[in-house]
């Protein structure tokens, strides 16, 4: 029974490590130094490790800042909390990944999603951030902020050319972006 229950938990990590990749800042990034939200959105490069068979891409997305604009469960020993939102106040830095540059290849679209908690505007070269697939996510575990932070891209997108191109990439229908921000409880094949 051991070895089976030993067998299911590698296979679990497994596909874990699979769905989530760690990122490395190609740059220093940084944006706003304030604790108010504003409509900020950055273009952002990072790469993988060295002896990876992917070492030679790079990864684009966007960094945008996200307020907590729902309420918080935090649990002390056996005193729980409820932090109540503050949507007024940048709650860290949100990554959306959407493209793959690999040398000699065509771009690839891909939808991983990262976050850096109290983070005020910064992703300094070589820092790193957990980048998740988002498609291969359960729709109850994708970030609360997603559609929230989309919002920000939208807005943006209409008086920034860097940001717009971002959407275009990432968004060639209707459909894939409902797809993508607000899923239906079926999971894709």
Not at 43 to 53: F, G, I, N, P, Q
Not at 99 to 123: A, L, M, T
Not at 128 to 153: C, F, G
Request: aromatic share 8%.
């Amino acid at each position: 029974m051991l070895d089976v229950l030993n067998v299911l938990n590698g296979v679990v990590l497994g596909s874990t490590m699979l769905a989530n990749i760690t990122l490395y800042s190609d740059a220093d990034y940084e944006v706003q130094r304030t604790r108010e939200l504003k409509d900020v959105v950055t273009v952002v490069s990072a790469h993988r490790e060295w002896w990876r068979d992917d070492s030679k891409c790079h990864f684009q997305g966007v960094m945008v800042p996200y307020a907590r604009d729902w309420p918080e469960t935090v649990k002390n020993g056996e005193i729980e909390t409820v932090l109540p939102p503050e949507p007024d106040k940048v709650a860290g830095q949100a990554f959306i990944w959407n493209r793959k540059i690999c040398p000699g290849k065509p771009d690839e679209v891909i939808y991983r999603v990262s976050e850096k908690w109290r983070n005020p505007g910064v992703f300094l070269e070589k820092h790193q951030v957990t980048a998740e697939d988002l498609l291969s996510m359960k729709v109850e575990d994708r970030p609360k902020w997603l559609e929230q932070v989309q919002a920000r891209i939208d807005r943006v997108a209409q008086h920034d050319e860097k940001v717009r191109a971002f959407v275009d990439f990432t968004f060639t229908g209707a459909a894939q972006r409902t797809a993508v921000v607000q899923p239906s409880d079926t999971p894709s094949e």
